[in-house]
């Protein structure tokens, strides 16, 4: 069974430009949620999607948006790139939405803003 | 706001000794996770706990919720090297089935 993965492991872009980040996600699983660990931090959740919906969104601006395709694969878009948004991007995909199922994590794209 | 405040924030102990982290809020949680989290790599689910009270163990691993849900410790008895890593609790807030909610982590050194 392959876990979840993601696609750049590293990224380096300048400020105002636009980056999109892929996760596969676990066999199986429909549901995947997408969070932004900045360093020194906990993971903070962007938004979730569930069979290609998004149901459910933190405290972030519409430049941070998403998809998820029909094998429930996601990419997160991030547009007009700021210094800040340099962080490590994780993605985790479940089984379905809601929190008695278990959120398995990918290992992360690395973001850096120049 | 940091909804969930992890203390210490930095810990660094020799390998046999016991240590607490603890994770409060003033919101209700529904329920409660702890991970682990080593450098390179997501987050990696150790446990759940779901009822105010609630005492579960993982070998040397102890967690605890509070009877009011709305704090939670993890205990590691005689720490090993192997036990180095980013310690983070998560929940979901009372009626947020969606959006888990992470605290600002522990960083665990156990030094041999």
């Known amino acids: 069974e392959t876990g979840v993965t993601q696609s750049p492991t590293h990224l380096i872009k300048t400020r105002g430009q636009q980056v999109t980040l892929r996760c596969s996600s676990q066999?199986?699983?429909?549901?995947v949620s997408w969070y932004q660990q900045a360093l020194g931090q906990g993971p903070q959740f962007i938004f979730q999607y569930y069979r290609e919906e998004e149901n459910g969104r933190g405290n972030f601006p519409p430049r941070f948006s998403g998809l998820q395709f029909p094998n429930y694969s996601s990419e997160l878009n991030v547009n007009a790139l700021e210094l800040d948004d340099s962080a490590l991007y994780l993605c985790?995909?479940?089984?379905?939405?809601?929190?008695?199922?278990?959120?398995?994590f990918g290992p992360g794209t690395r973001l850096t803003v120049l | 706001t940091q909804l969930l405040k992890q203390s210490p924030q930095f810990l660094s102990i020799q390998e046999g000794e016991n240590l607490t982290v603890y994770c409060n809020s003033s919101?209700?949680?529904?329920?409660l996770q702890w991970y682990r989290q080593e450098p390179g790599e997501g987050p990696v689910l150790l446990v759940t706990?779901?009822?105010?009270?609630e005492v579960k163990k993982l070998k040397r691993l102890t967690f605890q919720f509070g009877d009011a849900r709305k704090d939670s410790s993890l205990h590691i008895t005689a720490a090993q090297t192997g036990d180095t890593g980013l310690y983070l609790c998560a929940g979901y807030i009372s009626g947020s089935a969606r959006q888990l909610t992470f605290g600002s982590g522990t960083q665990l050194t156990v030094l041999p």
């Open positions: 985790a995909s479940s089984q379905a939405q809601g929190s008695v199922n278990e959120q398995f």
């Open positions: 919101s209700v949680f529904s329920s």
């Open positions: 706990v779901v009822t105010g009270g």
């Open positions: 066999s199986g699983h429909n549901t």
